[in-house]
């Protein structure tokens, strides 16, 4: 029995989650919360590392899944 490639529900799951990493990040970023804190650099670069983090993911998921089905495809 041949494997089966990723669902379409497994691929909106995957992408999904990345992309609320990214949304986060910019929420933080642009300090959307509100948050009174004394080291405001360092909650920006926090909120700007998630945003390279999800996009990262975002990116190496689609990468793999791409092998995946170009593997799949031969």
Do not use: C, W
Not at 40 to 61: E, K, N, Q
């Amino acid at each position: 029995m041949e494997e089966q490639s990723p669902s379409l529900v497994q691929d909106i799951v995957n992408y999904g989650i990345r992309i609320i990493i990214i949304v986060f990040g910019g929420l933080i970023l642009f300090n959307v919360f509100n948050v009174q804190t004394q080291d405001m650099v360092t909650f920006r670069v926090i909120g700007g590392l998630m945003i390279i983090f999800g996009a990262y993911r975002v990116y190496s998921y689609h990468i793999a899944r791409n092998r995946f089905s170009n593997k799949r495809g031969r």
